[in-house]
């Protein structure tokens, strides 16, 4: 059996890999990082050191490497005769992946077995961003023919992987926890078998779980944290204010997630235990800055701060914490990212009403529109 996964960076060497890995796959890893495949395809291994309660090493040998971005004819091989495609790079880069999937689907023959298509990124439904971009890609005469030569599955995906050591050399620190759910519908009675994932018959109440309570509840330490002028993630939750911050954003999200999903509130209280207690392991070395990044795609329509947000307020529940978060994240100023000297930008030329509508994604006479007008306001006059 065959992995090609797209991405290897800290998900893809320290998740998506290693469990492709220990299912017995034979993983081949493609990223427009030339020195990082260099050094990959150099060595046939490398290995996941776990901190936290009972942590080991794990190794993940055997894998391969080719450049995505100089090698064409290289990862069309690799593609040919791939069971398995997954991705570990961002959602707004699942548009560079999909003309490579789709190449590789025309090279497929029809009596091939499906490829298998998961992206496993930190969106609700990410496959069917990556498939939306290949159909588009295809065009309508052409598509039908090769999605019948694939299995597209949504996914959720939690681990922390903080930014790694400069002398870590292709070895990668994670905390101990992870979980990968699957969607397990569209591989009818055949989903690949990949012990350490859980596939599951409806995904919307892990990934919205998930999304809306680690995403939510780290983001906003990360933010609330940044405010207050910590570094580490560890130190900003053991904080009493931004811990309370972080705590009634979540009480938010929980009120949510019980009204909609089948979560019971003592469990949904265990899951936010859980969570902060990841979030403070102190042997990880996770920063502010890491888990704040890109404040934008944040803050996007269906992310973890104005997807729940807008639901709740459309139930008429409170929001308070929420556009607390909200405030924080417009006023993350970190120079070395892109999307926050963006948001910047943003706050200083147009008016909040048009950040709300076009950055948020909220339409004019929402429920949540005049919530966030203010918690933008405040944002643009603290920034
Ligand atoms: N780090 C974490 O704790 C977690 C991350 N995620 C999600 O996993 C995804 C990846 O995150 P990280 O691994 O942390 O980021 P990362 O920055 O460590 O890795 C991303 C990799 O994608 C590569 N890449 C960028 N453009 C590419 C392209 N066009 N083709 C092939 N490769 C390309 C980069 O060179 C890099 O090696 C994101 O969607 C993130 O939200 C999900 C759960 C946990
Ligand atoms: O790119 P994003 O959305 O910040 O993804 C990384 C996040 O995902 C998490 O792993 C949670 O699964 C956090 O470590 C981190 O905040």
Redesign the pocket.
Known sequence: MKAVH???????RG?VGLLLHDAGYEVVF????GA?IDELAASDRYTVHEVGVGARDRVVDGCRAVN??TDAAGLARELADADVVTT????N?LK??APHVVEALRARGADAPPLAVMA????IN?TDLLRDEMAALSGADEWPRLAARAVFANTA??????AQAADAGLDVTVETFFEWAIERSPFGDTPPVIADAHFVDDLAPYIERKLFTVNTGHAATAYFGFLAGHTRISDALADPVVEGAVERALGETSALIIAKHAFTEAEQTAYRFTILERFRNPDLPDTVERVGRQPRRKLGRNERFIGPAAELAERGRPVDGLLAAITAALRFDVPADPESVELGHALRTRGPVQIVHEVMGIAPGHPLEDGLVEAVAAAASAR
Request: proline share 6%.
């Open positions: 797209f991405g290897a960076g800290n998900i893809g998740f493609a990223d427009v990082n990082l995505s971005a570990a790079v961002g959602p880069v560079f992946i496993c990124e930190n969106a990410a995906v939690d681990r922390i992987v903080p």
